[in-house]
């Protein structure tokens, strides 16, 4: 019986990669039409044939063409999870531990995130999807911070906390893409550090 349900597990575990890989080379494909050809000039057709799909395959994964050109959903490691809803350190601490664990893999994609946050300043649709896409993680922030905290996800606190963050989160992705400095984690980290004293008055 275990060894069955092993091999279903295998089986769905293998098919979820997959759907990852290509979700990701349709956004590669997406990305790159869009830097060379402009948003405008590039078709739902065109990137699934850069990325040698069928337009029906293309559909499967994303409802326009603006919508592949986003990050792939939030997606906290389990592990990642526990640990901070189970976390002894100080809150905003293991806050930032949880969140720097997203940002693993984003140092090569500073070029094509770059061409994203461009782009997106100037086509409504795009800021649409992009703007949906920084609520639903914000919603995730406050689900866990919730979760932690022993509150209603719709409870003030949470939903605050997590407000702050998702904006914190944003300064730093915006002087990370826009720079050729530093690391996205640390971007991260130095926006997280200055939420401690963000509100405290300083001497004249």
Do not use: C
């Amino acid at each position: 019986m275990h060894h069955k349900a092993d091999i279903i597990n295998r089986a769905a575990d293998l098919r979820s990669r997959r759907r990852m890989r290509t979700a990701e080379t349709i956004r590669k494909a997406a990305l790159r039409l869009v830097a060379e050809r402009g948003l405008d000039n590039v078709t739902t057709e065109m990137i699934a044939q850069e990325a040698g799909i069928s337009l029906r395959t293309f559909f499967n994964y994303f409802a326009f063409k603006e919508e592949a050109l986003m990050p792939p959903p939030i997606d906290f490691a389990p592990e990642a999870v526990a640990g901070f809803i189970n976390g002894q350190g100080s809150l905003l601490a293991d806050i930032a531990e949880l969140l720097l664990t997203q940002f693993d893999n984003v140092e090569e994609d500073r070029a094509r995130l770059r061409v994203l946050f461009q782009i997106s300043q100037t086509h409504p649709k795009l800021v649409l999807v992009r703007d949906k896409a920084f609520q639903q993680y914000e919603e995730e922030i406050g689900r866990l911070i919730a979760h932690r905290l022993g509150l209603d996800a719709q409870h003030r606190r949470p939903r605050l906390m997590a407000a702050v963050l998702a904006a914190a989160i944003k300064v730093a992705m915006t002087g990370w893409v826009m720079s050729d400095q530093g690391t996205a984690a640390n971007h991260l980290r130095s926006s997280l550090a200055a939420l401690a004293d963000l509100f405290v008055e300083k001497p004249a």
